[in-house]
């Protein structure tokens, strides 16, 4: 079956470590994002990518880094400049037709600061 | 400019009960596009229904029911005789311009718990 595949589902870090969640997607889309998500909230944009090789900063960037090597995976990099990373990340992804078809997203990685 | 505004944060019911989730938005395109989206306990938001700009006819599916009306800008949805089943967050969400990107807009959702 297609669809998005975020791994790994918990994911605890020590302070000032770096640490990549995983986003790989088989539905073929062109498009793919990163949001975050803190508890009572809604979601934040932090990277998306519209093609291989190229991606462009949401609304919360700072701290984060992305790679978009193969159309199928989007990692998402946590770095020790993140101050406060402890929240619910989720990917989507979706392909680019112009009719806006929505967004298939993953499960979710709960990233936990210890 | 797009926004998409859930004025509610959160709503309790008690099973069997109606439940309506309001979700307004602005945008200046002509042709866009509205989406529900359920994001249970378990975290994965899950698509329920999505709605062209030009089809303002109300749809039904099972218990669920959506009301476009493009006059107020609103895209609001109803569940009828309410479960436990339905407790999670719902998102609504527009297409952002320019639409040949295929980016949403989201709600900063609106949390349902029903009790039994």
């Known amino acids: 079956d297609g669809g998005i595949t975020q791994s790994p589902k918990y994911l605890f870090r020590k302070e000032g470590q770096n640490v990549t969640l995983s986003c790989e997607q088989n539905?073929?889309?062109?498009?793919m994002y990163w949001y975050r998500q803190d508890p009572g909230q809604g979601l934040r944009l932090i990277y998306y990518?519209?093609?291989?090789?190229?991606?462009q900063k949401g609304d919360i960037a700072e701290g984060y880094s992305v790679s978009r090597e193969k159309k199928e995976s989007f990692p998402l990099t946590v770095t020790s400049a993140q101050k406060n990373p402890t929240a619910f990340y989720l990917c989507?992804?979706?392909?680019?037709?112009?009719?806006?078809?929505?967004?298939?997203f993953g499960s979710g990685t709960r990233l936990t600061v210890v | 400019a797009q926004k998409v505004t859930q004025a509610q944060t959160e709503i309790s019911v008690v099973e069997k009960e109606d439940v309506t989730l309001d979700c307004v938005y602005e945008?200046?395109?002509?042709?866009?596009?509205l989406f529900w989206y359920k994001q249970p306990p378990s975290g994965e938001l899950v698509f329920l229904i999505r709605?062209?700009?030009?089809?303002?006819q109300n749809e039904i599916s099972g218990r669920y029911s959506w009301n476009f009306q493009k006059s107020t800008s609103s895209f609001n949805f109803t569940i009828t005789a309410s479960q436990v089943v339905d407790s999670a967050v719902y998102f609504c969400?527009?297409?952002?311009?320019?639409?040949?990107?295929?980016?949403?807009?989201f709600g900063t959702g609106t949390r349902l718990q029903v009790f039994p």
């Open positions: 969400a527009l297409s952002e311009p320019p639409r040949d990107t295929d980016k949403l807009i």
């Open positions: 945008t200046r395109d002509t042709t866009y596009y």
């Open positions: 709605r062209n700009s030009f089809d303002e």
């Open positions: 539905l073929n889309h062109d498009a």
């Open positions: 989507a992804s979706s392909p680019i037709t112009g009719s806006n078809y929505g967004y298939t």
């Open positions: 990518s519209q093609i291989v090789n190229d991606f």
